[in-house]
């Protein structure tokens, strides 16, 4: 059962174009969804249909639009089957690492269980790396080579370390912009074109903010102006 006041969105797929035409398995997969939501003050905010091979993880625009979907409605992704999403172990940590939600209607805490595991195998290795990292540092130390880069330590330093961040924030910005540039786009093609009106829409919408907030016309100008770029 969804929790209350959640926010979801639903993501279907079959993997032939025969499949897709007849709606064989797609029933299946949304009565697994309606199953799931029944109860609670839920809200589906979309669903996407995808034809196409769960082992083709590089090439799904539908799942891309359900996850920039997720991240404009900051919504949980929902599939009715764990192997609906996909079978690649790599792709289900990149969803965690992206901070996406998701559940998997047949294996409700598979987001926890399953997705954890994954990434503590991942982090076990990681550790082991840096365990030999440090070691084979150690032993360079102890035959007399200077370790570190004492350029980092200078105001220059520090000032590439700020431009760093800055650089790493404003891909950020980007990538919302790109999110919403589908959203926006369709706004203005249905005559929303001022940036008030394009602010009132996307809270009328339930789209929050990068913070959470509600859109004012300065943040809506900000986001144009990332998308000219």
Same mark, same amino acid.
């Given at each position: 059962?969804?929790?209350?006041?959640?926010?979801?969105?639903?993501?279907?797929?079959?993997?032939?174009?025969?499949?897709?035409?007849?709606?064989?398995?797609?029933?299946?997969?949304?009565?697994?969804?309606?199953?799931?939501?029944?109860?609670?003050?839920?809200?589906?905010?979309?669903?996407?249909?995808?034809?196409?091979?769960?082992?083709?993880?590089?090439? +799904?625009?539908?799942? &891309? *639009? %359900? $996850? @920039?979907?997720?991240?404009?409605?900051?919504? #949980?992704? !929902?599939?009715?089957?764990?192997?609906?999403?996909?079978?690649?172990?790599?792709?289900?940590?990149?969803?965690?690492?992206?901070?996406?939600?998701?559940?998997?209607?047949?294996?409700?805490?598979?987001?926890?269980?399953?997705?954890?595991?994954?990434?503590?195998?991942?982090?076990?290795?990681?550790?082991?790396?840096?365990?030999?990292?440090?070691?084979?540092?150690?032993?360079?130390?102890?035959?007399?080579?200077?370790?570190?880069?004492?350029?980092?330590?200078?105001?220059?330093?520090?000032?590439?370390?700020?431009?760093?961040?800055?650089?790493? +924030?404003?891909?950020? &910005? *980007? %990538? $919302? @912009?790109?999110?919403?540039?589908?959203?926006? #786009?369709? !706004?203005?093609?249905?005559?929303?074109?001022?940036?008030?009106?394009?602010?009132?829409?996307?809270?009328?919408?339930?789209?929050?903010?990068?913070?959470?907030?509600?859109?004012?016309?300065?943040?809506?100008?900000?986001?144009?102006?990332?998308?000219?770029?």
């Amino acid at each position: 059962m969804a929790h209350q006041t959640s926010r979801f969105i639903a993501y279907y797929r079959c993997s032939t174009a025969k499949q897709g035409r007849s709606g064989l398995g797609l029933d299946a997969q949304m009565q697994a969804v309606q199953d799931y939501l029944n109860g609670g003050q839920w809200e589906l905010v979309g669903e996407h249909t995808e034809v196409e091979s769960g082992k083709r993880s590089d090439n +799904r625009p539908e799942l &891309a *639009k %359900a $996850l @920039a979907a997720c991240r404009i409605h900051k919504a #949980t992704l !929902l599939v009715a089957k764990l192997d609906r999403l996909a079978r690649n172990a790599h792709f289900l940590l990149g969803l965690k690492d992206a901070g996406i939600e998701f559940i998997c209607c047949d294996m409700p805490s598979a987001n926890r269980l399953t997705v954890g595991v994954m990434a503590m195998v991942a982090e076990e290795e990681g550790r082991a790396v840096s365990i030999r990292t440090k070691q084979a540092l150690a032993a360079c130390k102890a035959r007399g080579m200077v370790l570190g880069n004492p350029k980092n330590l200078t105001a220059e330093g520090r000032i590439r370390g700020a431009q760093e961040g800055n650089r790493v +924030r404003s891909m950020k &910005a *980007k %990538a $919302l @912009a790109t999110d919403l540039l589908p959203v926006i #786009t369709a !706004l203005q093609d249905n005559g929303f074109t001022s940036l008030h009106g394009i602010a009132n829409q996307l809270n009328i919408q339930g789209i929050p903010t990068t913070r959470g907030g509600k859109w004012q016309a300065i943040q809506v100008s900000r986001v144009l102006a990332r998308m000219a770029v």
